[in-house]
């Protein structure tokens, strides 16, 4: 009986030095790092000098203060690229401007394929790779989870959308006037033959506050990781083209170009794009 007793104490000693040695082992490999995360973003904030400023962002629950530091690269550190700048992050979560400016990239230099965009981010723990990631796009990221998403209800699924997204207009530069054109009143010039509200009254010029909220086209939005998209819908029976695209009663475009730029991307993926048509502010009869 003895016996038998001492081999399970062995058997069970044994297990216990096993379990430990793995939980020590995984420290070292990094395991740390599983719920960790860095990243790249580019702010939506313009100033005279600064437009698109690169931003690191991170989360690490078990940095460590004296030896962690993000490093920033224009390649694959993985190819031995140096780092264009290095952080210091000073708590376990953040997010931190670079001073970079990231140059604007037209929407047909876009593909349908997850891509980096010359950008590289990385942790760094003693002077070693940890963790690395890129400036991306995001085209086919619900395709990719598709396992995952497809069992849940919509009110358990986060969808990254914008506001207003046919407000966009393209900004190459950071100067006084594009501030302006951003986030300033602009006069609007209406048409005096229309009645904005009802499209059948004349009325007189006014000032809209008026907002390019996005600084991409609807496209290149949906590239990047958009699925929800929030259109404003103005109805101008006497015109050419019907059906706006609004920012309150400013009309931007055709509905019918953001419609097109909707279906190339649905024709090139497996995506799923929710295009919530909301408030009609011209041409609402009811």
């Known amino acids: 009986m003895w016996t038998k007793v001492i081999v399970l104490i062995v058997i069970y000693l ?10 020590t082992c995984s420290l070292d490999n990094g395991d740390d790092f599983q719920e960790s995360h860095v990243g790249l973003i580019i702010s939506p904030m313009m100033s005279e000098s600064m437009i698109r400023e690169l931003e690191v962002y991170w989360n690490h629950p078990k940095y460590r203060s004296d030896s ?44 349908y394929r997850r891509q980096c965009l010359e ?22 990221w619900m395709a990719e989870r598709k396992e995952i998403l497809g069992p849940l209800k919509m009110n358990k699924i986060f969808l990254p959308g914008t506001h207003d997204s046919a407000s966009y207009a393209i900004h190459k530069r950071a ?14 010039k209406m048409d005096s033959r229309v009645d904005y509200k009802s499209s059948l009254r004349p009325i007189r010029a006014t000032f809209e506050i008026f907002h390019s909220f996005q600084d991409v086209d609807v496209l290149a939005q949906l590239i990047y990781g958009v699925r929800y998209l929030d259109i404003r819908v103005g109805y101008y029976p006497r015109t050419n083209e019907i059906w706006w695209a609004n920012h309150g009663i400013v009309q931007l475009m055709p509905l019918r170009i953001i419609i097109e730029q909707v279906k190339e991307f649905l024709d090139n993926t497996e995506e799923i794009v929710i295009f919530d048509v909301q408030e009609f502010p011209v041409g609402n009869y009811y």
């Open 68 to 111: 962690d530091r993000i490093a920033l690269y224009r390649d694959d550190p993985a190819n031995g690229s140096e780092p264009i700048l290095i952080l210091e992050p000073k708590s376990s979560s953040g997010i931190k401007g670079t001073g970079i400016q990231t140059e604007y990239l037209s929407t047909t230099n876009l593909t």
């Open 119 to 140: 950008y590289y981010v990385a942790w760094l723990r003693n002077g070693t790779l940890r963790k690395v990631n890129c400036l991306e796009t995001r085209p086919n």
């Open 14 to 23: 044994s297990m216990i030095l096993k379990v430990r040695t793995k939980e």
């Open 175 to 188: 100067d006084r006037e594009d501030i302006i054109e951003k986030y300033v009143i602009t006069q609007v």
